[in-house]
Nanobody
């Protein structure tokens, strides 16, 4: 059974970096496309960033391009989300998700973590 556990959230000031981690177990992590999603109150869940396992390409939401990165460490079965230049509008619950599909649509992610809250104060 695949399990994803996020950590690293909390209250942050606008500006300084924050790093989220997602530890995976129960799957061949290196063959999973992994993504970070977020959901703010009253908003739909949105894809923040994704890292495809085949080819290693990444995608970012326009709102985070140039500020966030999505490195992964296959040896540690861990996905990260590096959040730089944080803004109050980045406040949300952040979820990691995974799927063996290489180019999944949002609804095709099979496994989800429980989420971690990120609150950015101005």
């Amino acid at each position: 059974q695949v399990q994803l556990v996020e950590s690293g959230g909390g209250v942050a000031q606008a500006g300084p970096p924050l790093r989220l981690s997602c530890a995976a177990s129960g799957a061949t992590f290196s063959r999973y496309t992994m993504g970070w999603f977020r959901q703010a109150p009253g908003n739909e869940r949105e894809l923040v960033a994704a890292f495809r396992w085949l080819g290693g390409s990444t995608d970012y939401a326009n709102s985070v391009k140039g500020r966030f990165t999505i490195p992964r460490d296959n040896a540690k079965s861990t996905l990260y989300l590096q959040l730089n230049s944080l803004k109050p509008e980045d406040t949300a619950v952040y979820y990691c998700a995974g799927t063996p599909k290489n180019t999944p649509r949002l609804y095709e992610y099979d496994y989800w973590g429980q989420g971690t809250q990120v609150t950015v104060s101005s």
